[in-house]
């Protein structure tokens, strides 16, 4: 990889990945960029959690907090940097995806493989909304990479990357702890990794990994595992038993169809001929180990559905990072440059499209969690605690975790904020916010006031606001946001 940022030692795969990744990370910055007025819900809550630097919350790990919170102070909280700090994840993944792909295939066939993703339309409207997946892009093709690496050459620095990694990762999001079952399926049946049982170097990275996560283990367990009973039991199911299992079985399919059918199309306008009816493993390596990383995935998200878990569609995100390499297994024939153009061109064209499509549907569907300015919340807020407290200074914020989030944002984070419904971030902050008071703001009152009354025993007087947004030719709306102080001093 040395000679990767080259550009005169470039091959032409290598020339068209760095420069598809810097257009797609340039413009997936710019076109959010363009319309957002205030932040996205994921980005908002984000950020909340960073400010804090709590080793957790009642949601996520905390690291998905601390990358985006210190990335965006570099830049003062401008809204371009929430998304510059996705797609630098999504570019580095990217390379990493790259990485392993090349210990299977040669580099025509390797950018094949790491792009392939790239087909799959939900990836493209999902990577700008920092989150917590976001990361996963980053870290969990470290994983893989490291992972394969320390099974084959059996370095130490690789298997103490792959437990910083993967480290890294659970701190980002939990799911990450279901890839090393698969990693451990591997070492089992593949007779050059059973090998690894017999070195300490796998030893001697566990012990790093635990001790990197011992932080937030000892959070954990300060807090009662408060965030597992989120994760069980913290939303709504969306969907019956049955459609449930149904659901999770498409959105694990559905990507695999995206990618694959790119790939049949490369072959079929390169070669002038379709692929083979009857499938042939061209690199049984890529897909035996593919296979177990993906089959690992997708076996343990079917059996959580199989026994009624509440699932989200967007806990498969990880699966597709390997998918290309997969997918490529069974590509016959050369990749030749021709190969590669032919590619190239389909990714290129299928990227403007869903760039435009983004791009006028966020300009002409008028949403206020895009197009509602943050600044006019702040200053109807200020106005709204003076009246009531004749005090110019709001000393906290707690309510809906997007409004409370926003209005942190104007203030670049120099007051603090959580939402009501979070108990380790409230607990987090109970003794000031009683001491001094705060500024309690969300749009549904109701539920916001019982959780008031529950935490701080006080009964709420709202007062009622209606803030205009609109797309840049879009239709003119109102959002409706409530007021309420919670003063000082209360038990």
Same mark, same amino acid.
């Given at each position: ?32 960029? +363009? ?82 993703? =790239? ?20 870290? *969990? @093709? ?20 792959? +437990? !910083? ?48 996560? +011992? ?50 199309? =490369? ?32 076996? !343990? ?37 021709? =190969? ?26 008028? +949403? ?32 809906? *975790? ?40 969300? @749009?549904? @009152? ?14 709420? !007087? ?24 919670? @003063?000082?001093?209360?038990?």
């Amino acid at each position: 990889m040395k000679k990767f940022f080259n550009w005169q030692a470039m091959t032409y795969s290598q020339k068209f990945l760095t420069l598809f990744l810097i257009f797609s990370a340039l413009m997936w910055t710019l076109i959010p960029t +363009s319309y957002y007025q205030s932040l996205h819900l994921d980005p908002a809550e984000t950020l909340m959690w960073g400010s804090t630097f709590n080793l957790g919350n009642a949601k996520h790990p905390p690291m998905s907090g601390y990358m985006l919170y210190n990335f965006c102070r570099i830049f003062n909280f401008a809204n371009f940097s929430i998304f510059l700090a996705s797609q630098l994840c999504v570019v580095f993944g990217f390379l990493y995806i790259y990485k392993l792909a090349r210990c299977f295939y040669d580099r025509n066939k390797s950018v094949m493989a790491t792009l392939l993703i =790239t087909f799959y339309f939900i990836y493209n409207y999902e990577t700008p909304k920092f989150n917590a997946n976001i990361p996963h892009i980053l870290f *969990i @093709p470290m994983m893989c990479y490291y992972f394969y690496r320390g099974v084959t050459a059996n370095k130490l620095k690789h298997w103490v990357l792959l +437990s !910083v990694s993967g480290a890294c990762a659970i701190l980002s999001k939990y799911y990450a702890g279901i890839i090393f079952l698969p990693f451990f399926a591997y070492m089992l049946f593949d007779k050059t990794a059973r090998k690894s049982f017999l070195s300490y170097k796998p030893y001697v990275a566990g012990a790093v990994f635990f001790l990197l996560l +011992s932080p937030h283990l000892y959070h954990l367990y300060k807090t009662d595992f408060l965030v597992f009973n989120y994760i069980s039991h913290g939303g709504v199911k969306q969907y019956n038993y049955f459609t449930q299992i149904g659901v999770m079985a498409v959105v694990i399919i559905v990507p695999i169809l995206c990618m694959g059918a790119a790939a049949i199309v =490369t072959y079929a306008l390169s070669e002038r001929k379709l692929p083979l009816a009857k499938l042939q493993i061209a690199n049984f390596a890529a897909f035996k180990y593919t296979t177990i990383v993906l089959g690992g995935q997708a076996a !343990v998200i079917m059996c959580m559905a199989l026994t009624n878990q509440r699932m989200e569609t967007m806990w498969t995100f990880p699966l597709y990072f390997t998918a290309g390499i997969f997918l490529m297994s069974f590509y016959q024939g050369e990749s030749t440059d021709k =190969t590669l153009h032919v590619f190239a061109k389909l990714a290129i064209i299928f990227a403007v499209i869903m760039m435009s499509i983004d791009l006028i549907y966020s300009n002409t569907k008028s +949403s206020f969690r895009r197009h509602l300015k943050k600044e006019i919340v702040r200053h109807a807020a200020e106005d709204f605690y003076f009246q009531n407290t004749n005090s110019h200074k709001i000393p906290f914020v707690i309510g809906d *975790i997007w409004l409370a989030s926003m209005l942190q944002n104007t203030y670049k984070y120099s007051i603090k904020a959580c939402p009501d419904m979070d108990p380790i971030l409230t607990n987090l902050h109970i003794d000031k916010i009683k001491s001094s008071g705060a500024l309690v703001v969300t @749009p549904f @009152p109701k539920g916001c006031s019982a959780n008031i009354k529950k935490t701080f025993g006080v009964d709420l !007087v709202w007062q009622k606001f209606e803030f205009p947004y609109q797309a840049k030719f879009g239709k003119k709306k109102l959002h409706t946001v409530y007021f309420a102080i919670l @003063p000082p001093g209360k038990k």
